[in-house]
């Protein structure tokens, strides 16, 4: 087809300008397919990160804040629980099993979680599966911990190693003199439990016994003086809770919600995470839109590429006319070189895509826990694909419809 | 030249009561009351610049539809086709030569040749083999092969593209050769070159040639010299 191949070695003779052009509408593809890619990753990778839980407690606050620190360790918890509230709530009727958590220390960026072993039990993730050891044990002494995959890789970390735990989430204290031994590392999960260090919950009052309002006190107590006292904890931050029965659910959330000895909050982990969507979907609608701006203005940058080169393009339509061409060819010649550059800028934003994808997931992983799938185009990218081809070859027709007038009224004579 | 399917009695063109004019602000007019070219005969077209002669050209070519008048080529009245036609029409039976940037310029000067044969299948079956064609003609142009087929129009030099555009014109015979000033770019040692390469193809093919230049010097090798003022009148209307 000679008129395709004009076409082609017409847009590589402008490669410069085309390229540009080009190079914008792939930059504002990548990034509409991105928000996309994003978006659809980190719905799936939250809606997988808890299932089989059934209510989750802490003190009263958001439902979907609660969510968010309880099991994605975002934001923190503004108050604890009593360790007597979560007793009372979970020798109710109707309480299948209920799994405490502490949070609040660190270690080297990383979350220090105090829990009980039946967290490892109970704790499942991705459609029901379990946690799994890939080395090493759960815990059996005071200070031992289990650690995640993503904290044992990054931090290099063997069966063994000691582990000092810091005071708080960003500080310099560090619980120095109380330090830990990596017992356990789980198999990587796509979690935010791959970014946890797991101790027990009695560890975690060890560490604290000494602890007074932020900082240790003058008589400090010895790692093993502390193995002698009773480390029953005061409080927590939240508890995972299982029901016998579904249809207990709704009625053990209103009895929670209305405990009179403290203000506490139960939420079911699915209409939470819904809740979150829909604050979510404000700010995902937005992106979408301005990512759609981009590639609008991607488009309309190539159409005034065309408009400025059609003055100098009329002898060239003038020898097509001459030759026989009428002017809906040239018509069509532009249209289609507007179709061929937005499909090439789509092909080349594709590429941009996966690259990216490809060299940011690893960083996104441990910045925002967030693991992207690299999967193939799901049917509304290739949607999206098709819009951009589609909407470049409308904007084609404005300076194409330009070129047909001017052949027209040019004809074989060019007037100047 | 003996098509026994075409009446022998036609002109190559004839004109008659022509009346045109241009849109735009300066609305330049052009009448022609009778003006016929035999089949087969070279034809001189002198005149000043800005008197007409492209536009006149464009009638005879097609692009442009006459206001009134007849322009009959081969016989066939120009103005009673509908747009779509007449380009098929000028595809077919006519080619055209420009004084300069006659050539696609990112295109191979063999894909410039080849152009003409996309928009008239007729032509393109008279050829053959189309690239056989293209190259033939090249060939005795005078042009060498690696040229043609490799490198983009805009590395030749102006009185190579003007061949290639001579051998684009000629490519399946179309029967009418139109040529606007086509020497005019070259200096005049390539111009008789050029004019006596034009002259030997299109007596070879039996064509009829129609050339329009402003250089009286040439007129002695065509077989009549026609001064545009003779055969036309023209008026210019300066729009407020
Ligand atoms: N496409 C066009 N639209 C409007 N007016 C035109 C167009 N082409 C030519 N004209 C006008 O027609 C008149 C005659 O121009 P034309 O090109 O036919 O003259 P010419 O004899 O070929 O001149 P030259 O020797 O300079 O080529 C000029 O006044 C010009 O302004
Ligand atoms: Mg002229």
Redesign the pocket.
Known sequence: MILLRLAIRSLISRRITVGLTVLAIALSTALFLGVEKVRTGARASFADTISDTDLIIGARTGGVQLLLYSVFRIGNATNNITWESYEDVISQPGVAWAVPISLGDSHRGFRVMGTTAAYFDRYKYRGGQDLTLAEGNRFDDLFDTVIGADVARQLGYRIGDPIVVAHGLASFTEHDDKPFRVAGILAKTGTPVDRTVIVSLKAIEAIHVDWQEGAQSANPVSADAVRGMDLAPSAITAAMIGVESPLQVFRLQRAINEYREEPLMAVIPGVALQELWEIVGVAETALFGVSAMVVATALIGMAAMIFSGLNERRREMAIFRAVGARPGTILGLLVLEAALMAAAGAALGVALLYTGLWIARPYVDAAFGLYLPISALTPREWAGIAAVVAGGTLVGFFPAIRAYRISL???M?I?T | MTDPSRPTTADAIAISNLRFA???R?R?GLAVDTFSVRRGETVFLF?E???????LLSLVCGVNKPASGQVEVDGTDLGALRGAARDRFRAERIGVIFQMFNLLPYASPLDNILLPLHFAPERRQRCGDPRAAALDLTDTLGLSRSLIEHAPAADLSVGQQQRVAVARALIGHPPLIIAD?PTSALDAGAQSAFLDLLFERVQAFGATLVLVS?DARLATRFDREVSLSDIARTHREDAA
Not at chain 2, 49 to 55: H, P, Y
């Open positions: 009224a040019d004809g004579t007037r | 241009w849109g735009g300066r330049f005149g610049s800005g008197s007409g002669k492209s536009t000033e402003h």
